[in-house]
């Protein structure tokens, strides 16, 4: 597949007002949960203000990440990711990840839930960046709530009854990126074919995304396959109040989520190339995201649910595997 960017393109991801969701309005907390099914169908993504976390949350958030990156490498490769990708925990170095043949200009540190005992988290020491632990770990529990919240939204926006979706994903075995995509110069983008994040669809329910002002968030189209446009494109060039973190909450569809609902949601194909504008000459500007992978309980199946299947087809639709192995088989090939 060739992939071209369509960086002018008149779609616009929808952006909703989590405070519609959040009154006590029955009428607007109606059209919130339609407005997101629908967004999660169209594009696979949609964007969110007035979401619940607070802006010192998201504030505090980035000045952790830009902490940990900031440490020597001795320092980081104290938290060190496994060898093995499964599941992911720790501090992972440029190149080390790659999901597909393109090299991958970022580094990351993954954190799952700190109850794990069986792939127990990878911290660097208390002395090296004190405090990072349990803010990362308070942080970790609230994007789980918000996880469930969201859930409560597409099951009343699919006509679902309260619970349907969450109650899969209750014994939280989700996980939380940071990324870090250093500055380096355009060139080496356009001469080696180096990407920031290669194309790729997140694995879980919903992934809960806070990127800074820099760009270059890309999410293939639905109805043109291999065509990509930005994330918050309007009628031109992004502006800065369109990605400003804390403001805006990115959301997106994972795969457990298209196949529990058998196609109905999108878990959209997206990727981080060279922001808007930038000339082969340029030093790109380093980026700092995050990103929070809500996923199914393990032992929970994902295959097509009965309400998104036809009478009579229940055989149909996607495998019921569990969410372990799902994941597992996605991992694999990555590291
Ligand atoms: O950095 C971003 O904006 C996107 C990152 C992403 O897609 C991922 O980590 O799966
Ligand atoms: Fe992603």
């Not at 994007?143 to 409560?152: N, T």
């Not at 990727?271 to 000459?281: A, F, I, T």
């Not at 994902?302 to 994941?327: C, D, H, M, Q």
């Amino acid at each position: 597949m060739t992939y071209t960017s369509d960086q002018f393109s008149k779609i616009t991801i929808p952006r909703l007002d989590f405070s519609n969701f959040s009154s006590e309005e029955a009428d607007s907390q109606e059209a919130f949960s339609k407005d997101f099914v629908n967004s999660l169908s169209r594009f696979g993504f949609v964007t969110v203000i007035n979401h619940p976390f607070s802006d010192d949350e998201i504030e505090q958030l980035f000045s952790w990440n830009q902490r940990f990156f900031a440490l020597s490498n001795e320092e980081k490769m104290k938290a060190a990711h496994p060898k093995q990708a499964n599941p992911h925990r720790g501090y992972s170095y440029v190149g080390q990840e790659r999901l597909t043949s393109a090299l991958e200009i970022k580094e990351t540190f993954d954190q799952g839930p700190s109850q794990d005992d069986i792939y127990p988290n990878r911290w660097p020491p208390e002395s090296s960046i004190s405090g990072f632990r349990s803010s990362m770990e308070e942080f970790f529990d609230r994007c789980h709530s918000v996880h469930i919240m969201l859930l409560g939204a597409l099951e009343r926006g699919l006509d679902l009854p309260p619970g349907f979706l969450s109650h899969r994903c209750l014994n939280n075995s989700s996980e939380l990126r940071l990324n870090h995509y250093p500055s380096f110069p355009a060139s080496e983008i356009s001469q080696a074919g180096a990407k920031r994040i290669a194309e790729h669809s997140d694995f879980g329910t919903l992934t809960l995304l806070f990127q800074d002002d820099v760009g270059g968030l890309e999410v293939e189209s639905q109805d043109r396959p291999g065509v990509f446009f930005p994330v918050a494109a309007g009628e031109g060039r992004i502006t800065k109040e369109d990605l400003y973190v804390p403001k805006v909450l990115t959301v997106n569809a994972g795969d457990c989520l298209q196949r529990w609902t058998n196609d109905k949601l999108k878990s959209a194909v997206h990727r981080v190339v060279l922001p808007q504008g930038v000339r082969d000459d340029d030093i790109v500007r380093e980026r700092y995201s995050a990103a929070y992978f809500a996923k199914p309980d393990r032992e929970q199946h994902v295959g097509s649910l009965t309400p998104f299947l036809e009478k009579g087809e229940e055989e149909s639709g996607y495998e019921r595997i569990t969410a372990w192995e799902f994941n597992q088989s996605r991992l694999g090939g990555t590291y």
